[in-house]
């Protein structure tokens, strides 16, 4: 473990519940690395679901961060103007999400945070996870590539031949993604091969 601070870093997840797990142990990375994570949860990430309830998870990403997690708009709205953290990092990133940001929308706890690190100029770093990332969802991710600010976790099919469509980012990289958006870099986006 790190002793020396990299500094704070916004960490958001989404409503993709399979995914929470490995997203959390990304978080846990980081701060191995020595980053203060603010949690945010997206208004469906807080739902109870088959792979655990609400409660579960906000405690876990409480227990991680060491911080009270950030779920209302009022939390997350000084993010940006108060300068209480270096960038955001959103992972997982569901296809509603991505379609809120992709339109500019501010309407969660997750997009608001986006809008409010954006408007200061912060990296917004996306570990993307849809079943859809090669359907609906896909011209929504080519609209944020074209976002000044936005950045991807490298991602590619987690299962092509069950879930043809399906995108996942590959989150033991994000750390790098997280380095490299800061230094205004993007990481090759897309995985090449399923390693995912």
């Known amino acids: 473990m790190t002793t020396q601070k990299r500094g704070s870093a916004a960490f958001a997840v989404c409503g993709s519940f399979c995914t929470l797990e490995t997203a959390l142990e990304a978080a846990r990375m980081l ?17 109870d679901t088959r792979f655990g309830t609400g409660t579960f998870w906000k405690e ?27 960038a955001l990092v959103i992972a997982p990133c569901t296809g509603a999400t991505l379609a809120r940001l992709a339109a500019g929308l501010s ?16 990296p917004v770093l996306v ?13 929504n ?12 976790v490298p991602y590619g099919q987690d299962d092509p031949i069950a879930k043809p469509s399906s995108l996942k980012a590959d989150f033991a990289r994000l750390p790098a993604a997280l380095d490299a958006a800061l230094a205004g870099r993007q990481l090759q986006p897309v995985l090449l091969q399923n390693n995912v």
């Open 31 to 47: 701060t191995l690395q020595g980053w203060d994570l603010l949690p945010i949860m997206s208004f469906a990430a807080g739902q």
């Open 127 to 139: 570990g993307i996870s849809t079943n859809d990332g090669l359907g609906a969802s896909g011209e």
């Open 141 to 152: 991710i080519a609209r944020l590539f074209q976002r000044k600010h936005y950045y991807f």
């Open 107 to 122: 309407d969660t706890p997750v997009t608001l945070a986006a809008k409010s690190l954006l408007r200061v100029g912060c």
């Open 60 to 86: 876990r990403l409480e227990t991680l961060t060491g911080h009270p997690v950030l779920d209302t708009l009022q939390a997350v709205e000084p993010l940006g103007p108060r300068q209480m953290a270096q």
